[in-house]
């Protein structure tokens, strides 16, 4: 099955003010991961927005996908809707857009997504009742339940502490492999982003500072350009490189973006 993405001058505006531009990527493939990197405010969302149809733009994001699924997006805050069960609501997410009635395949994937996220136990508590991190669990199988085959994943992990973030960033690094699926991930954690990440995609003031693979993109100069902290990559043979941030080496980093006004919205 072929899954493939690719980005051709790609742009987002929000009325007159201009967030993306000329945003061009190589083709991405089904069993990457890409990291989606960048300060605040740099884009990283507007982008996957953009990628999964919600919102309108300047460009080209072409979906090569044999089974014509459209790219699934986990948004960073997800909306509760407290009446709902956990259960009930990865099996609205299943459902959504689909046929009536529930297939054993159906029921069979809900199973399968409680537990490879190690939630079985949560399956009949309201949403409304769960942790932040026990709900960003919930949104994560979701988003697996419907079988993506490009995954857009908007910090899934920032609500998680350090075992779930370990097991949860594997789990999507096991299933992109597995199942062929795209992923493209938005992540604060560069640690997290150089464990997991066949490529890094950087965003900075609205453009596209790098892509590549995470050794090669990922060193002091960059962070320091992108991001404005003076800081070291370590790495000893045969394990994944580590930053270790020093200092800060002006006040504010590159996100906000200076691009020019959009014209299309006048
Ligand atoms: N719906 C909107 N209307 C107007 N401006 C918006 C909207 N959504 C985002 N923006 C602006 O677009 C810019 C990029 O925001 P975006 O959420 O895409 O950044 P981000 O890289 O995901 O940031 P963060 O890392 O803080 O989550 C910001 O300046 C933000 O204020």
Redo the contacts with the bound molecule.
């Keep these: 099955m072929v899954k493939r993405l690719t980005l051709n001058d790609v742009g987002?505006a929000?009325?007159k003010?201009r967030?993306?531009d000329g945003i061009t990527t190589p083709t991405m493939a089904g069993g990457e991961v890409v990291a989606?990197i960048?300060?605040?405010?740099?884009?990283?969302?507007?982008?996957?927005?953009r990628i999964a149809g919600l919102?309108p733009g300047t460009g080209k994001v072409q979906v090569e996908s044999t089974t014509g699924k459209t790219p699934c997006y986990l948004p960073?805050d997800t909306a509760v809707n407290a009446v709902l069960t956990v259960y009930e609501s990865i099996l609205l997410a299943r459902k959504q857009g689909g046929s009536w009635g529930v297939g054993d395949d159906e029921l069979a994937a809900i199973d399968e997504a409680l537990h490879a996220l190690d939630i079985a136990d949560l399956a009949f508590r309201g949403l409304g009742e769960l942790s932040g991190g026990q709900r960003q669990l919930v949104s994560i199988a979701q988003t697996l339940v419907r079988r993506p085959e490009i995954m857009l994943l908007?910090?899934p992990t920032s609500a998680l502490d350090l075992h779930r973030q370990f097991e949860v960033l594997s789990l999507v690094g096991r299933l992109a492999r597995e199942r062929q699926i795209c992923v493209l991930i938005?992540i604060?954690d560069l640690n997290q982003a150089l464990r997991i990440a066949d490529k890094v995609m950087v965003?900075s003031q609205?453009r596209l500072a790098a892509f590549g693979a995470p050794r090669e993109i990922i060193t002091p100069a960059l962070l320091e350009e992108v991001y404005g902290v003076v800081a070291r990559v370590e790495a000893n043979e045969g394990e994944t490189p580590f930053i270790v941030v020093h200092g800060s080496a002006r006040r504010h980093s590159r996100?906000?973006?200076p691009l020019a006004p959009a014209q299309a919205a006048e």
Aim: proline letters at 3%.
């Design positions: 987002v929000y009325g003010r967030i993306l989606v960048g300060p605040n405010a740099a884009g990283k969302s507007s982008l996957f927005r919102i960073q908007d910090e938005a604060h965003l609205g996100g906000e973006t």
